[in-house]
């Protein structure tokens, strides 16, 4: 029996930055204190066991024959086959699966069972793969194997993650700038505990729309129109189409001003972005829903609360607020019991400390 190895990766919340991955444009994530984690051992066969204490049964499948079955173990199968397709030549494992990433919330759960698991079984099989490329394969596995033609942004959060930082990341060059939030800020996410079943379907249409306005653009992606551009030549789009452009291009600038604002420790105004970007998601890009408004018209009522926002694809999962440190648990207690009045839902809130990216955890 070959020695255990365990992996980790972190979810993530998104301060500001919605939809604009796939754009080539601007994010500005940090990963989450929560993770999923991957024990792994190696086999002498071509064969991979899953087992993950979140789902029921045992998954078992052939490295020589990787075929989407429309579970979850989708992801873990989805990586395996983007890993021997670029060349590494993988070993058959045992994997046991656990995490404390609330699932289908919109807190990247997959990537981060896509990036340690990635990272597992690459490691098992003696390979070092270069973060970028990581994160580049786990987000192919997601696109192409899944069936979600999701962006880069949560693989590369889950690979380059830093402790008490949150990345501004360009999804075009794939540079990034770490920023640190000060320390009497801290981040809460609230989770409104609904998902609406159109999140596949109606994700990957909003991005057939900033495809269709990238081409009236003739521009490769939205993130090459400013908002001069935008006003100035968009007048040929159909209303819908020219909504969602209106959201990327004014969302990629909110991201560049909400970095300058933290730079100079203006915690106002990176709030009033936040309270912009989710307008703007919930008007012009319409990727929110009830729930998640009235989240962030209940954090607006309290004191000590900057911004809030819906974090993440939207129909559903949890918004993401700029609160006061000292004033967090009584903001907390406030927004569980108006969001469990006005829903009947318990809600669930967790402080984010900003944590690091992808590892092994060493015994
Ligand atoms: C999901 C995708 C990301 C990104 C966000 C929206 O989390 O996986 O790539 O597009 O939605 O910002």
Redesign the pocket.
């Known amino acids: 029996m070959s020695a255990v190895r365990k992996f980790r990766a972190p979810g993530r919340v998104?301060l500001i930055?919605?939809?604009?991955?796939?754009n080539g444009g601007f994010?500005f994530p940090a990963a989450l204190d929560r993770a999923t984690t991957v024990c792994a051992a190696q086999r002498p066969d071509r064969k991979v066991l899953v087992r993950s204490l979140q789902y029921p049964g045992t998954v078992e499948f052939d490295l020589d024959h990787i075929v989407r079955q429309g579970d979850w173990a989708d992801y873990v199968r989805g990586v395996a086959l983007q890993l021997e397709l670029a060349g590494y030549r993988l070993q058959g494992a045992n994997l046991e699966i656990d995490g404390d990433v609330p699932l289908g919330a919109?807190l990247?759960s997959s990537?981060a069972l896509e990036v340690s698991t990635a990272l597992a079984l690459s490691s098992l099989a003696g390979h070092r793969i270069p973060r970028q490329e990581l994160a580049l394969l786990c987000q192919r596995a997601?696109s192409e194997f899944v069936g979600?033609r999701?962006?880069?942004?949560?693989q590369y959060i889950a690979c380059f993650a830093q402790e008490g930082k949150a990345l501004v990341i360009d999804c075009r060059s794939l540079e990034s700038r770490a920023v640190a939030l000060p320390p009497q800020l801290c981040l809460m996410i609230c989770n409104t505990m609904v998902r609406h079943e159109l999140t596949g379907s109606e994700?990957n249409r909003r991005r057939e729309d900033c495809e269709a306005a990238a081409s009236y653009f003739g521009v490769p992606a939205l993130r090459d129109i400013d908002l001069k551009n935008f006003e100035r030549y968009s007048g040929g789009l159909e209303d819908r189409i020219r909504r969602r452009c209106r959201h990327v291009v004014t969302e990629n600038a909110r991201v560049l001003a909400a970095e300058k604002s933290l730079a100079a420790g203006d915690a106002q105004e990176f709030g009033r972005l936040m309270v912009e970007s989710h307008a703007s998601l919930r008007d012009d890009f319409e990727v929110s829903c009830p729930e998640l408004d009235l989240m962030v018209e209940l954090a607006l009522e309290c004191q000590g609360v900057y911004g809030a926002r819906m974090t993440?694809?939207?129909f559903g999962g949890c918004t993401v607020n700029l609160v006061e440190a000292h004033q967090a648990a009584a903001i907390r207690e406030r927004i569980a019991q108006q969001y469990r009045q006005r829903t009947a839902i318990q809600p669930e809130i967790y402080l984010c400390l900003p944590s690091a990216g992808c590892h092994e955890v060493l015994a």
């Open positions: 998104n930055g919605e939809h604009t991955d796939y994010v919109g990247s990537a997601e979600l999701c962006g880069i942004m949560d994700y993440g694809g939207g």
